[in-house]
């Protein structure tokens, strides 16, 4: 059983004013403060993608004078934040492959840490987890960055620190998603967290501008002012984070009730299917609202609920996309002609954080439609689609001009990112209350995990291979994105199928062979169903 202990910033301020707070501030606060750890775990990720291009800069373009063997060192008399020695070992025809090595250290890290911490998660306190992953991470990112004054220049180290990394950063999402699902219903889980999810595209553009902006002081800050910032937030999870309602005296959030339904479709039983716009599908026991069970869910039995392999594959593609541009974008955008000029590593990282821009409105895009429609497979895999052609344009049209690269990349950042967001957060929330779990409260961070760890296996991969594809040019590194979008979709297809099916359920139930009441009666409740998740307003 996991320890039930209020924050200290929480049991100070209520002793302050002598009574509990209310729930919508428990509600913002946990919004707040969840959304600051997640923005500080991006932004510690985001150095690395912006100091490639100095690290390893590319020696064909125009002004590079490279010389493989020279190292940057803090007493070298060129700016650290224009020169372009690199750094061993990561220049040389080899720099990156190894840059895609050290990609890849953190990332399978990364995704092998998901699954361990989903499973300590839902059995240990959530607020000391999320704090300690917190300061761990800001730790070893500057402990990346000392490299830089220490002289360091082993790959064995980087590969060292950035696995340790990754292992401290696994315990950030599966935490998050499990705490803000405890305080919030299915009603409007979509929207809810399309808008919160936005901490993600926050600290990557966060994590971007500040570490474009110390490049001018040396590279090592890069990845220490990220770190110690990260250590702050981690701080304020500590004092102030109310990790679940019981524990500050409040209710429950009834995210468990529900109807069952049975729906006839050509013979065929979709028993199990609901359609009254509660969110929730493949039904299989009609639980009494509140109904909670403490017992935690085993890691097999949780890929077991219907739906958690699809996503989870699904998002193993997405997330090889969306990360490939999350490391490698800077640096495209530093060794590509845009209007015929090269621009500068720092204009090339700012230029980059229009891509995560472009994310938040599509994660909250895909939130709301997804709301609207009930459908979330439905709306992932549009976006999906959508994405095939956007990323042809951005590679095709990107470099013609500053302002085309611009708009390009705000679109494709929101059809990539977009069904990226819902998955990891409001899918991955419902599947993690799924009726199938008898009313478990303890699989949220289990099914999390096993959603977003499958996703960082993608996404340990596309940067990694991205090292290897892009030195047969950039075309290729295309060419495995839009294949990866698109088998994204395609699982998808039969969830999609499944949820249009529910959708035209009522219409399709044959209305022209003959009746008895009780087929009649049922028929009449499915489209009143129908109706009232349509057009709420008009019926309540």
């Not at 509990?20 to 990720?45: C, D, E, M, P």
């Not at 340790?164 to 696994?170: C, I, Y």
């Not at 998603?177 to 219903?185: E, G, R, S």
Request: net charge neutral; with cysteine.
């Amino acid at each position: 059983m996991e320890a039930r202990a209020v924050a200290p910033g929480i049991q100070l301020l209520r002793a302050r004013r002598a009574s509990n707070f209310s729930l919508g501030f428990y509600k913002a606060s946990v919004l707040g403060i969840t959304f600051l750890a997640y923005a500080g775990y991006h932004a510690a990720r985001k150095p690395i993608s912006i100091v490639k291009a100095v690290l390893h800069p590319e020696y064909s373009d125009p002004g590079f004078a490279v010389s493989p063997s020279s190292n940057l060192s803090p007493s070298s008399s060129i700016d650290p934040g224009n020169a372009r020695e690199g750094w061993s070992p990561f220049v040389g025809s080899r720099g990156k492959a190894r840059l895609g090595i050290i990609d890849v250290a953190f990332l399978a890290s990364y995704a092998i840490g998901m699954y361990f911490a989903g499973h300590l998660g839902d059995r240990l306190n959530l607020r000391f987890f999320l704090s300690a992953g917190m300061a761990g991470s800001g730790a070893f990112s500057c402990l990346f960055g000392m490299a830089y004054w220490w002289k360091v220049h082993s790959l064995g180290y980087f590969i060292l620190v950035q696995m340790v990394a990754g292992v401290f950063q696994s315990t950030g999402w599966p935490s998050v998603v499990t705490i803000v699902a405890k305080w919030f219903d299915k009603s409007k889980r979509g929207l809810i967290m399309g808008i919160w999810n936005c901490h993600t595209s926050a600290g990557n553009i966060v994590g971007s501008l500040l570490a474009a902006e110390m490049l001018q002081y040396g590279w090592g800050w890069s990845f220490v002012a990220p770190g110690f910032l990260m250590a702050m937030a981690a701080l304020v999870v500590f004092f102030f984070l109310a990790v679940d309602p019981e524990e500050v005296d409040m209710s429950q959030p009834q995210s468990m009730g529900g109807k069952f339904h049975s729906v006839m479709i050509d013979g065929s039983s979709l028993q199990g299917l609901d359609i009254n716009g509660d969110g929730e599908e493949f039904r299989e026991v009609s639980l009494a609202p509140g109904t909670r069970n403490d017992s935690a869910v085993g890691f097999f039995d949780a890929w077991m609920i219907p739906g958690v392999a699809q996503f989870a594959l699904c998002l193993f593609f997405s997330k090889l996309v969306a990360y490939t541009f999350l490391y490698w974008l800077p640096f495209y955008i530093r060794h590509t002609k845009i209007a015929g000029n090269y621009l500068s590593d720092g204009m090339s990282g700012r230029l980059s954080t229009l891509f995560d821009v472009g994310g938040m409105f599509g994660g909250v895009a895909a939130g709301y439609i997804s709301d609207q429609l009930n459908a979330k497979a439905t709306t992932a895999a549009t976006f999906l689609y959508v994405a095939v052609p956007a990323l042809v344009l951005y590679r095709v049209y990107g470099s013609s001009s500053l302002a085309g690269n611009v708009v390009l990349m705000v679109f494709l950042g929101a059809f990539i990112n977009g069904p990226y967001a819902l998955i990891t957060t409001a899918v991955s929330a419902d599947l993690g209350t799924h009726s199938s779990l008898s009313g478990s409260s303890k699989a949220l961070a289990t099914v999390t995990a096993i959603i977003d760890g499958t996703g960082s296996v993608g996404a340990a991969i596309g940067p990694l291979l991205t090292g290897f594809v892009s030195e047969k040019g950039w075309d290729a590194v295309f060419g495995m994105l839009i294949t990866s979008v698109l088998i994204a979709a395609l699982l998808l297809s039969k969830l999609v199928y499944t949820e249009l099916t529910v959708k035209f359920a009522s219409a399709n139930a044959a209305p022209f062979q003959p009746l008895g009441d009780d087929q009649s009666n049922e028929i009449l409740l499915l489209v009143f169903n129908a109706l009232t998740s349509l057009f709420p307003d008009q019926f309540y």
